[in-house]
């Protein structure tokens, strides 16, 4: 006999904003506690009536891989915060839907592939260097992570998409993007907006940042379709590769979903990488030992030469602490899905037109999948720990057919940077706790200040022990 699927609970909140000023105060909280007092499948509402916004939230690995993967078909990607997104950033794959998305995801996935990700290896080890090398002549030696690891990430994510034009491409990015995300971010949470045509001094602030990324991005589309014709040697940045992007089923993509495409992987490559590179250092800052024994392995398999992708299947302790960190800090904290049609989620009935949202943040804290989940524990990713637990108890990347297309390229620029910095430095002297900024990724809102000091070269013999 089918079971009735089970009605789902729903949060107390006040009378008349319901939970808005927890979710306002401490969002993450609010939904770890949700899990903890109701369960892994819960609704909490916000906002006075009339205005009442309910979202359901599914924190079980099985729930959020029927979110993303199983029942995928029933989840879009149309709630207000992506339709903000359409506007600003325009149609890119973040946020494109249905034909849309699957035809730019057949055209974009071939450049993402293990093996074409590669090729970026010596750009992101080139920039990885000259932070050491700004690091060195800053004689302070107290660098701030959070700072540094966020002009990192755009510095490679620009060389990649433009090559030899990323320095003035990444000074606009790094002046315009911040501005755009909180913009879209803010209208995102709003139940009401005033139109964005209106000339109040935040539309226009946001007009201007858009205008500036579009001529950066048009007048580099231009040139590069304009060498192209004049049979200059075809560059190799991954604008280029953009343009040439074919499909036997698609037609090439036109200037304006080129520039889309461009913010999407600008918005969605740096603050992302960023974030998790912070986290990571922190706490192998915070944690000696761990520190300690990841250096020693890396120092064993390089011997104090630059890493190469060839390299990182020798470095399993750099992958562990990266996913440990990935797991206590996921970068997006929540991924957004409206519910097309009524679906029975975990047991638990969401209704149609139903905002959905899965958490990383919480279902990576779950006391189900992680024992003491709090604790920073990298053994947690052995090959024998990770076959024991759901495959959506860690998801960081996102899963099913809206999953990051830029995880294996996430994943090779910080292992290298990792691998390169730990080989370099010891990092010390970090603050016991980090207040966290949460919007669409989360962040460090401070400082994120440790002290670094060079390890010296690695002798022979401490090479030999290694092994
Ligand atoms: C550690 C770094 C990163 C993290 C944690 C991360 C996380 C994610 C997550 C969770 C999603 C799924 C969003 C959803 O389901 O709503 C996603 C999608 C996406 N990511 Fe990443 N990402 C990272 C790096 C990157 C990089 C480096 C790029 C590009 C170069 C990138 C490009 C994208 C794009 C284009 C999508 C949309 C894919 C689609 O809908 O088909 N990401 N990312």
Redesign the pocket.
């Known amino acids: 006999m089918e079971t009735k699927p089970t009605e789902v609970p729903a949060v107390d909140g006040l009378p008349l904003l319901a939970s808005l000023l927890d979710l306002r105060r401490d969002p993450l909280g609010t939904y770890e506690r949700a899990r903890r007092e109701h369960g892994d499948v819960v609704r909490i509402a916000s906002g006075p009536p009339g205005l009442r916004t309910t979202i359901h939230f599914v924190f079980s690995a099985a729930g959020a891989q029927q979110v993303?993967a199983g029942q995928s078909a029933n989840f879009r990607?149309d709630d207000r915060f992506s339709q903000e997104m359409r506007q600003t950033f325009g149609n890119g794959?973040?946020s494109s839907l249905d034909d849309d998305?699957i035809r730019q995801?057949r055209l974009l996935s071939p450049l993402f592939t293990k093996k074409r990700v590669a090729d970026y290896a010596a750009a992101v080890c080139d920039e990885v260097d000259a932070l050491c090398a700004e690091w060195e002549a800053d004689r302070d030696g107290r660098p701030d992570l959070n700072e540094d690891m966020s002009r990192l990430t755009v510095r490679m994510?620009t060389r990649i998409l433009f090559g030899s034009d990323a320095e003035q491409a990444a000074k606009v990015v790094r002046r315009c993007m911040p501005a755009l995300s909180t913009y879209t971010l803010r209208r995102g949470l709003m139940p009401l907006n005033l139109p964005r045509s209106f000339p109040t001094p935040a539309n226009r602030r946001a007009r201007a940042a858009q205008k500036e990324l579009h001529a950066l991005c048009d007048r580099l589309i231009e040139q590069r379709r304009r060498s192209a014709t004049s049979g200059d040697e075809a560059g190799t940045d991954l604008l280029t590769l953009l343009i040439n992007a074919h499909s036997d089923e698609d037609t090439p993509l036109t200037d304006e979903e080129l520039r889309d495409q461009v913010l999407?992987?600008l918005l969605?490559?740096a603050d992302?990488?960023a974030t998790?590179l912070t986290f990571t250092m922190y706490m192998l800052a915070q944690h000696q030992n761990i520190q300690d024994s990841v250096r020693d392995e890396v120092r064993s398999v390089l011997a104090g030469r630059r890493p190469t992708p060839a390299d990182l299947d020798a470095l399993p302790s750099v992958e562990r602490v990266l996913k440990e960190a990935?797991r206590l800090y996921?970068?997006?904290p929540v991924?957004?899905r409206r519910a097309v049609r009524s679906t029975v989620v975990d047991g638990y009935a969401i209704p149609a037109g139903a905002y959905v949202y899965v958490s990383p943040w919480v279902t990576h804290r779950h006391p189900s999948y992680w024992p003491d989940p709090e604790r920073f524990a990298p053994e947690r990713f052995r090959p024998e720990e990770e076959s024991r637990r759901p495959r959506y108890a860690w998801f960081?990347?996102?899963g099913g057919p809206?999953?990051?297309?830029?995880?294996h390229?996430?994943m090779l620029q910080?292992k290298l940077a990792v691998a390169t910095l730990l080989q370099r430095y010891r990092f010390t002297g970090t603050v016991p706790h980090v207040p966290l900024e949460v919007g669409v990724t989360i962040r460090a809102a401070r400082a994120v200040d440790c002290t670094l000091s060079p390890v010296g070269r690695v002798s022979a013999d401490t090479l030999s022990r290694s092994r």
């Open positions: 993303l990607k794959l973040l998305h995801r994510i999407v992987f969605a490559g992302t990488t998790s990935m996921p970068a997006a991924l957004i960081p990347l996102g809206r999953s990051c297309i830029g995880n390229f996430a910080m």
